[in-house]
Every structure is written in C-alpha cells, then in structure tokens.
C-alpha cells in the first residue's frame, strides 16, 4: 500500500494509550491500526481484496436448492410464529 498523504488525529491521552497497547499486541503501527479500523468500519476496501472476497465465496461449496425450497426452509409461516 502506498502511503501518500498525511492526516494529523489527536486523541485523548488514555484512548492514544489504549490504541498503543493494542498495536503492540497486534504487533503493527499505530497508523496501520487506525487504517485498518478505518477501512473495516467503513467498508474501504481495495478492489483487489473485493475480487479475493468474491473469489474465496466463489469457491465455497455449500448446499445450495431452488429459492422457493430455501425460503420455504427458512422463513417461517406466520402462524408457526404466534405459536
């Protein structure tokens, strides 16, 4: 990843503190920590890792039937329901 711009954050001294420990535990920077949170709550991937997570659901085999036979498996009826 190329690291291009430059983005000054100030945290409270506890949570800098807290975020540090766990960077060292993860055994990674401060920034990358930051970065990769950034990109997991916001969903920023690159398009490199979509089409790997395309590929990886791609090559599950899992079972798989006909729409109807699976809403009928997993939606209940409503009466099933006030039961």
Do not use: N, W
Not at 3 to 18: A, N
Not at 41 to 46: D, F, N, Q, R
Request: glycine letters at 4%; proline letters at 5%; hydrophobic letters at 35%.
């Amino acid at each position: 990843m190329e690291l291009s711009k430059k983005t000054t954050i100030l945290f409270p001294p506890d949570l800098h503190e807290r975020l540090s420990r766990l960077a060292v535990q993860k055994g990674v920077s401060l920034g990358e920590l930051v970065r990769s949170a950034c990109e997991k709550e916001y969903g920023i991937v690159s398009k490199e890792d979509r089409i790997e997570a395309v590929r990886s659901l791609a090559g599950l085999e899992l079972p798989v039937k006909d729409v109807k036979k699976m809403k009928e498996e997993s939606v209940a009826e409503p009466e099933e329901l006030l039961r």
